[in-house]
């Protein structure tokens, strides 16, 4: 009995442990390399490299930021996020640090990039922010301003247009063309 109460105090004190806030702040436990892997992770699928190969990037960096992080008592609780937005969808992955929760970006979905286009994904904040300009510049009229609602044909020109663009930003981007930088928008990129 003595045994089974002592495995008992031994795994509720593991229990305990493992629920323990973070050692670390996000600085310290160097969130910006769990950053750094999410990117390269995300051009290793554009790239077209296997997905084993390229998810196993951002799993070493996280295991070793947790590690950083937590020391030995688990894994904090992690909270993928995504957004639901259009031209872009961004994911996300959260932490409880010592100073509080912070946030890295795993990628960028392209959404309405035409069908022909087989990767539909973004890896950095710049390459997201030029899909949405590009998206945005394509909406508007030579004078720029948007298209009059109550016009078919402008709507429907407008609507091809920013189709346009934003395909031809992304094949840019998937080619590896030098991206200019974009503004922040007030899309879901920011």
């Known amino acids: 009995m003595l045994l089974f109460g002592t495995a008992l105090l031994a795994s509720g004190l ?55 992080a937590l020391g030995d008592t688990g894994p904090p609780p992690n909270m993928g996020d995504a957004s639901a937005c259009a031209p872009i969808s961004t994911s996300s992955e959260c932490y409880e640090f010592a100073d509080g929760l912070h946030c890295i970006t795993t ?39 948007p298209p009059n609602p109550e016009n078919p044909i402008e709507w429907q020109a407008a609507n091809d247009r920013s189709s346009a663009a934003l395909n031809e930003m992304l094949r840019s981007i998937i080619a590896g063309d030098p991206i200019p930088s974009a503004p922040q928008s007030d899309g879901c990129a920011g």
Do not use: F
């Open 14 to 68: 593991w229990l305990m442990r493992a629920v323990e806030p973070p050692i670390l702040t996000a600085e310290a436990a160097d969130i910006s390399a769990l950053q750094e892997a999410a990117i390269a992770s995300c051009i290793c699928r554009r790239e077209g490299k296997p997905e084993d190969a390229c998810t196993a990037m951002l799993n070493t960096a996280r295991t070793a930021m947790l590690k950083r």
């Open 107 to 145: 990628g960028y979905d392209v959404i309405g990039a035409s069908r022909d286009i087989p990767v539909r994904e973004v890896c950095t904040l710049n390459e997201a922010r030029a899909i949405e300009n590009a998206q945005h510049l394509g909406w508007l009229g030579d004078d720029g301003e």
